[in-house]
């Protein structure tokens, strides 16, 4: 079993459409977890923390479920420009904190 | 931008060479870790370094190896390539404190073929 699970999609969406992408981890003893995003042939980039609390930037959520270690991202108002990868990560403790990324989920969103 | 910047930015090999990547990190940032990302893949964690040792490796081979230098830079170096390590190559820069790092941001990466 992987230790980040995501759909790998891809993810067709019109614009101004509402689209969830969800992701499972395997280690309950993960500390912090995060959504990156990856643009064709660029490096990640944060996208944004997950927060038990759950945590909202502008027209994206975030929700973390720690009981049944599942992470998911909710883009509202899709946008041509939301066309990306979108990648699950975990960061495990110890001193290393090593990024643990999923698969990725591409979402190409049409006009 | 992130102040992460890599070199070389594109680079083709032979089967059985050996190449060298390096990776500048942001300004003060003490911590570089470095991923392989084939196709269609997520990043996967080869190794970090902190003040120029050895900070934890993912599961590579011992002909990944690294280097930290004092001014926190870094380079990655492979031996006898294969074929399988054509990927995209991304280092990160952090800063550790105590336990905990803060976000990595990844410099633009090195694409690596190996023919």
């Known amino acids: 079993r992987k230790e980040v699970e995501q759909d790998p999609g891809p993810f067709n969406v019109p614009e101004g459409a509402t689209v969830a992408f969800n992701c499972t981890y395997s280690n309950s003893a993960s500390q912090s977890f995060f959504w990156y995003r990856q643009d064709c042939r660029k490096e990640p980039k944060l996208l944004m923390s997950?927060?038990?609390s759950g945590n909202e930037d502008g027209r994206f959520t975030a929700q973390l479920n720690r009981a049944s270690q599942y992470i998911s991202l909710l883009i509202r108002d899709s946008k041509l420009s939301d066309s990306a990868t979108y990648l699950c990560?975990?960061?495990?403790?110890?001193?290393?904190?090593?990024?643990?990324f999923g698969t990725g989920t591409l979402l190409a969103v049409q006009p | 931008e992130t102040g992460v910047t890599q070199s070389p930015t594109h680079l083709i090999k032979t089967r059985g060479q050996q190449v060298t990547l390096r990776c500048s990190s942001q300004?003060?940032?003490?911590?570089v870790s470095w991923y392989q990302q084939a196709l269609g893949q997520g990043p996967q964690f080869i190794f970090q370094y902190y003040r120029e040792e050895e900070n934890g490796r993912g599961n590579f081979p011992p002909r990944f190896s690294g280097l930290q230098f004092p001014n926190y830079s870094s380079e990655l170096n492979v031996n006898a390539l294969e074929l399988d390590d054509s990927a995209l190559y991304l280092c990160?820069?952090?800063?550790?404190?105590?336990?905990?790092?803060?976000?990595?941001?990844f410099g633009p990466g090195t694409r690596l073929t190996v023919l």
């Open positions: 300004s003060g940032h003490n911590t």
């Open positions: 997950v927060y038990s």
């Open positions: 990160a820069s952090s800063l550790l404190q105590g336990a905990n790092t803060d976000t990595q941001y």
């Open positions: 990560v975990v960061k495990g403790g110890g001193a290393t904190n090593k990024l643990i």
